[in-house]
């Protein structure tokens, strides 16, 4: 038979960005639990959560564990029974052991010989039973960024534990966590239904929640949230900026939402957009309005977890605390436009970057000249303006806005610049040369952005190299894996083609001029971190193991033609019959000359064989249009014309023995086939194929 489950964990208020990773935890501790423990799962877990509680839901849960049949294997035969056949202690022993006569015992012959052995069916325990152990541990082992204790309890958890509803069938399951006993009651809403619930299933969980003014479920809260903020615009006729990450936190921050709409000074409207919109969502969580043309209004949308009695109280409340807010931008702004933002960059002098790195201004410094050398190699035209942008874009770290919202680096960089009369282009790429902000996030616009902001992080990844602070295994507090992730995305998405070991290689040897470490060392750890990125970044995208090392073990240098490889070696792979036979005449080549490390030179005068005149005169023939080809980044065609040398190859193996006693006759040969071999690697590296 199958049941259903109904476990709530009633707490505290949970901080907003903690809930939908502790709910994915929960279910994933569950489905562990429940598996490891035979519990077959037929209708599924589903979480829901809200400030104050986390709850997990399971249907069609049976009712009790698998049974399974167990084998027990004892004393070999030679030691259970004597000469006559008759049982010794040792059988009575493990019979006994047991649980069964001797006579029930049988004999299993393995390859260590005869051993007395018993089977016999273990029935499971009942689910209930199962869950009053596995739910306490389920408890204290979701994960959380920052855990707590309180009272006299030694537990650790999100948020003080208030209640723990836990029901199988409707049966209370029982046990304590954290000094709280399990029961069949909940609570509802903190303000509007804050009286204790006895609750008897999970039919009778959802409708109750839902009188007691607790949406339970987090996407129709959210939804509930969009609904309310647009309603609440919609009598000053605007527009609410709904911003997902902001809808998130206030539908994690609420059980029953509302919301009401309010206003503030025009004056303000002075300030630059992002400024407003950043001290609304962040230090109170409003949702700024736009008009119908998209211009900011001096209105806001505040969400809240209660109906108000009264709005205009409520509306008046909000509205004092963000008027001190937006006081407060005002006042940093006025501040901060009475010096011109490049003169601000001679500040960074007083800010640590990092122990060992120096100050902000000297990274400055640094990146400054690697972004004019990157320039230099792609866009000399633009050199001038890539040292520009460079030198303003930590310009508004010491700005007072910037110390008071962190989330507006290069933003307000680009703000004060525009007000100060820069170009358009110039002021974008000071916020551009941010972007990526996360993996997959937007990517600069601009050129000029695109190459400070490689130039930025390669000169950070390099920097902690140098310091011997690269990430291990799990661990990467300087988010070293996202820069270099960045720079790949913004090479590929620019075309830019750059030799990466030049450029590396410069940003050392800048490095090398203040700092002492093994450049050498630190370049070839770098450009071994930036190709492993790129691998998993590939591997991401659906390209097999195989052909990108095929690849990237021996070429890593210009992205755009590995990629170019790469697409042309899945293409050949998938569409020429050749493929499989190039790859075993080239491992055949590989394999011959494996242990002679030496360059051998080719004398056609020494050719005793057909085959050998005939491979060596299509390997020309082949080496030259391929080349071709290859300088044209052709590398399918290439491809191609190189698997004309098939059967050139089978006939030289089926008729020339390599390894020939005469010295010259051999080397000469092997000077064949490693010809061969470092010509066919400018495209690909076959013998990484399992054929």
Same mark, same amino acid.
């Given at each position: 038979?199958?049941?259903?489950?109904?476990?709530?964990?009633?707490?505290?208020?949970?901080?907003?960005?903690?809930?939908?990773?502790?709910?994915?935890?929960?279910?994933?501790?569950?489905?562990?639990?429940?598996?490891?423990?035979?519990?077959?799962?037929?209708?599924?877990?589903?979480?829901?959560?809200?400030?104050?509680?986390?709850?997990?839901?399971? /249907?069609?849960?049976?009712?009790?564990?698998?049974?399974?049949?167990?084998?027990?294997?004892?004393?070999?035969?030679?030691?259970?029974?004597?000469?006559?056949?008759?049982?010794?202690?040792?059988?009575?022993?493990?019979?006994?052991?047991?649980?069964?006569?001797?006579?029930?015992?049988?004999?299993?012959?393995?390859?260590?010989?005869?051993?007395?052995?018993?089977?016999?069916?273990?029935?499971?325990?009942?689910?209930? +039973?199962?869950?009053?152990?596995?739910?306490?541990?389920?408890?204290?082992?979701?994960?959380?960024?920052?855990?707590?204790?309180?009272?006299?309890?030694?537990?650790?958890?999100?948020?003080?534990?208030?209640?723990?509803?836990?029901?199988?069938?409707?049966?209370?399951?029982?046990?304590?966590?954290?000094?709280?006993?399990?029961?069949?009651? +909940?609570?509802?809403?903190?303000?509007?239904?804050?009286?204790?619930?006895?609750?008897?299933?999970?039919?009778?969980?959802?409708?109750?929640?839902?009188?007691?003014?607790?949406?339970?479920?987090?996407?129709?809260?959210?939804?509930?949230?969009?609904?309310?903020?647009?309603?609440?615009?919609?009598?000053?006729?605007?527009?609410?900026?709904?911003?997902?990450?902001?809808?998130?936190?206030?539908?994690?921050?609420?059980?029953?939402?509302?919301?009401?709409?309010?206003?503030?000074?025009?004056?303000?409207?002075?300030?630059?957009?992002?400024?407003?919109?950043?001290?609304?969502?962040?230090?109170?969580?409003?949702?700024?309005?736009?008009?119908?043309?998209?211009?900011?209004?001096?209105?806001?949308?505040?969400?809240?977890?209660?109906?108000?009695?009264?709005?205009?109280?409520?509306?008046?409340?909000?509205?004092?605390?963000?008027?001190?807010?937006?006081?407060?931008?005002?006042?940093?702004?006025?501040?901060?436009?009475?010096?011109?933002?490049?003169?601000?960059?001679?500040?960074?002098?007083?800010?640590?970057?990092?122990?060992?790195?120096?100050?902000?201004?000297? /990274?400055?410094?640094?990146?400054?000249?690697?972004?004019?050398?990157?320039?230099?190699?792609?866009?000399?035209?633009?050199?001038?303006?890539?040292?520009?942008?460079?030198?303003?874009?930590?310009?508004?770290?010491?700005?007072?806005?910037?110390?008071?919202?962190?989330?507006?680096?290069?933003?307000?960089?680009?703000?004060?610049?525009?007000?100060?009369?820069?170009?358009?282009?110039?002021?974008?790429?000071?916020?551009?040369?941010?972007?990526?902000?996360?993996?997959?996030?937007?990517?600069?616009?601009?050129?000029?952005?695109?190459?400070?902001?490689?130039?930025?992080?390669?000169?950070?990844?390099?920097?902690?190299?140098?310091?011997?602070?690269?990430?291990?295994?799990?661990?990467?507090?300087?988010?070293?894996?996202?820069?270099?992730?960045?720079?790949?995305?913004?090479?590929?998405?620019?075309?830019?083609?750059?030799?990466?070991?030049?450029?590396?290689?410069?940003?050392?040897?800048?490095?090398?001029?203040?700092?002492?470490?093994?450049?050498?060392?630190?370049?070839?750890?770098?450009?071994?971190?930036?190709?492993?990125?790129? /691998?998993?970044?590939?591997?991401?995208?659906?390209?097999?193991?195989?052909?990108?090392?095929?690849?990237?073990?021996?070429?890593?240098?210009?992205?755009?033609?590995?990629?170019?490889?790469?697409?042309?070696?899945?293409?050949?792979?998938?569409?020429? /019959?050749?493929?499989?036979?190039?790859?075993?005449?080239?491992?055949?080549?590989?394999?011959?000359?494996?242990?002679?490390?030496?360059?051998?030179?080719?004398?056609?005068?020494?050719?005793?064989?057909?085959?050998?005149?005939?491979?060596?005169?299509?390997?020309?023939?082949?080496?030259?249009?391929?080349?071709?080809?290859?300088?044209?980044?052709?590398?399918?065609?290439?491809?191609?014309?190189?698997?004309?040398?098939?059967?050139?190859?089978?006939?030289?193996?089926?008729?020339?023995?390599?390894?020939?006693?005469?010295?010259?006759?051999?080397?000469?040969?092997?000077?064949?086939?490693?010809?061969?071999?470092?010509?066919?690697?400018?495209?690909?590296?076959?013998?990484?194929?399992?054929?």
């Amino acid at each position: 038979m199958s049941a259903e489950l109904l476990f709530e964990i009633g707490t505290e208020e949970i901080p907003s960005d903690y809930l939908e990773n502790g709910l994915k935890a929960l279910k994933r501790l569950a489905e562990l639990y429940l598996r490891d423990n035979r519990i077959e799962i037929e209708g599924g877990l589903h979480t829901y959560g809200t400030p104050r509680r986390l709850v997990l839901v399971g /249907k069609a849960i049976s009712d009790k564990q698998k049974d399974i049949i167990q084998e027990i294997t004892g004393p070999p035969k030679k030691a259970a029974f004597d000469e006559e056949g008759n049982p010794t202690k040792a059988a009575f022993g493990f019979a006994k052991k047991q649980g069964v006569s001797v006579d029930e015992l049988q004999l299993l012959e393995t390859p260590k010989g005869i051993y007395l052995h018993i089977k016999r069916k273990m029935p499971g325990s009942l689910t209930i +039973t199962i869950l009053s152990e596995v739910l306490p541990k389920l408890i204290a082992n979701i994960p959380w960024p920052k855990s707590m204790r309180w009272g006299s309890e030694g537990f650790s958890f999100v948020r003080p534990i208030h209640w723990v509803l836990a029901l199988f069938n409707g049966n209370i399951i029982p046990f304590e966590v954290a000094g709280v006993m399990s029961g069949n009651k +909940t609570r509802g809403h903190r303000f509007m239904a804050p009286q204790g619930i006895k609750i008897e299933g999970v039919e009778d969980y959802l409708r109750k929640m839902n009188e007691s003014f607790i949406i339970i479920d987090q996407k129709e809260r959210e939804d509930r949230v969009e609904e309310a903020v647009i309603t609440a615009a919609k009598p000053v006729s605007g527009l609410p900026v709904i911003d997902p990450e902001l809808l998130t936190t206030v539908t994690n921050m609420v059980e029953f939402p509302s919301a009401i709409c309010g206003g503030f000074d025009k004056a303000f409207l002075t300030l630059p957009d992002p400024v407003l919109i950043t001290a609304m969502k962040e230090h109170q969580r409003y949702f700024s309005v736009r008009d119908q043309g998209g211009n900011l209004m001096p209105n806001f949308v505040a969400v809240n977890n209660t109906i108000a009695r009264d709005e205009s109280i409520v509306r008046k409340g909000h509205e004092r605390v963000l008027q001190a807010r937006l006081s407060d931008a005002d006042f940093f702004f006025k501040e901060d436009r009475k010096r011109p933002l490049e003169d601000r960059l001679k500040d960074l002098k007083t800010v640590i970057y990092q122990a060992g790195l120096g100050t902000s201004f000297d /990274k400055v410094q640094r990146f400054t000249r690697l972004a004019e050398y990157l320039a230099e190699q792609i866009a000399p035209e633009k050199i001038h303006d890539v040292g520009l942008v460079a030198k303003l874009c930590k310009c508004d770290l010491v700005t007072e806005m910037v110390m008071e919202f962190p989330s507006l680096q290069g933003v307000m960089g680009k703000e004060y610049a525009r007000l100060d009369g820069y170009p358009e282009d110039i002021c974008m790429a000071i916020s551009d040369h941010y972007l990526p902000i996360q993996a997959e996030s937007q990517l600069p616009e601009s050129l000029i952005g695109a190459i400070v902001g490689i130039a930025d992080r390669l000169d950070t990844i390099a920097g902690f190299f140098s310091m011997g602070l690269e990430p291990d295994g799990t661990a990467d507090p300087y988010a070293l894996r996202r820069q270099a992730l960045a720079i790949i995305r913004i090479v590929r998405d620019k075309k830019i083609a750059i030799s990466f070991k030049d450029l590396i290689h410069k940003s050392a040897s800048i490095l090398r001029e203040t700092i002492s470490f093994d450049q050498k060392v630190v370049e070839d750890a770098v450009s071994n971190f930036i190709k492993n990125r790129f /691998k998993n970044l590939l591997l991401t995208e659906g390209i097999t193991q195989d052909i990108i090392e095929a690849v990237i073990s021996i070429d890593f240098n210009f992205i755009h033609q590995v990629e170019k490889k790469i697409e042309a070696l899945q293409r050949f792979r998938d569409i020429s /019959k050749d493929f499989e036979t190039l790859a075993i005449a080239f491992k055949r080549i590989i394999n011959i000359g494996k242990g002679f490390e030496e360059t051998y030179s080719v004398n056609p005068d020494l050719f005793e064989h057909k085959s050998e005149q005939g491979l060596w005169k299509e390997f020309q023939l082949v080496k030259d249009e391929a080349k071709r080809e290859i300088d044209e980044e052709n590398y399918f065609e290439a491809l191609s014309v190189i698997s004309r040398i098939i059967k050139p190859v089978d006939e030289f193996f089926s008729e020339v023995m390599v390894m020939a006693e005469d010295r010259r006759i051999r080397e000469n040969r092997l000077g064949i086939l490693k010809s061969m071999h470092q010509f066919f690697l400018q495209v690909a590296d076959f013998s990484k194929f399992s054929i």
